[in-house]
């Protein structure tokens, strides 16, 4: 048998360098790959509740009124409305101390993707939509919310803000829904944008 005395081949010391060197640069670069992840993800954040925000002002131009009815035909100050509406995918973020979910939620997509409160169709005031093409998760995996109660006809022109809402990075709703106003507190790291 021939042996081959010039083949060249990586030492283990080199070896070793290369995984050395390789960790280092892995250690440096992860964070600011994480950080750019984040930042991206609170950009996304703040672009979908501006888009549902305009879809909900669409809804009102449109409609000259407000999505917070539990029936559309029925648009009475004594009819059934809603202080809040969420998206229909994602889980349910945890909330802060002091902050309660309305309890009185519908589904926004039945209002901005879809008629299903059976809004008028016709006339000078008619819901012409869809004003979104789904309402989807936060890019945490949780609901967006709007609190509507201060679209609602006994609060519409008084000071109680309406906002979309996202719980944000920690996934903990921190905004009070309700406000009185006209200022509004936005809690911890949630992602809001006013309607009014």
């Not at 648009?75 to 101390?97: C, F, I, M, W």
């Amino acid at each position: 048998m021939k042996m081959l005395k010039n083949k060249k081949g990586f030492t283990l010391i080199e070896i070793i360098v290369i995984l050395a060197v390789v960790a280092i640069l892995a250690a440096v670069l992860t964070p600011m790959m994480l950080s750019s992840i984040g930042d991206a993800k609170i950009t996304a954040a703040e672009a979908d509740v501006q888009t549902i925000t305009n879809a909900v002002l669409a809804f009102n131009k449109d409609m000259k009124d407000w999505p917070v009815w539990a029936v559309g035909t029925a648009r009475q100050s004594s009819d059934t409305k809603y202080d809040g509406l969420h998206s229909n995918e994602g889980d349910t973020p945890a909330v802060g101390t002091g902050v309660t979910i309305p309890v009185s939620i519908d589904y926004m997509a039945d209002h901005l993707v879809t008629n299903v409160q059976a809004y008028p169709t016709s006339g000078k005031s008619k819901w012409s939509g869809p004003y979104l093409e789904r309402v989807r998760q936060d890019p945490w995996g949780d609901k967006y919310y709007i609190d509507v109660k201060g679209l609602q006809p006994a609060n519409i022109s008084g000071f109680m803000p309406a906002f979309v809402v996202s719980a944000g990075p920690n996934k903990e709703l921190e905004t009070v829904f309700g406000q009185t106003g006209p200022s509004i507190t936005i809690g911890g790291d949630d992602i809001l944008f006013r309607i009014k």
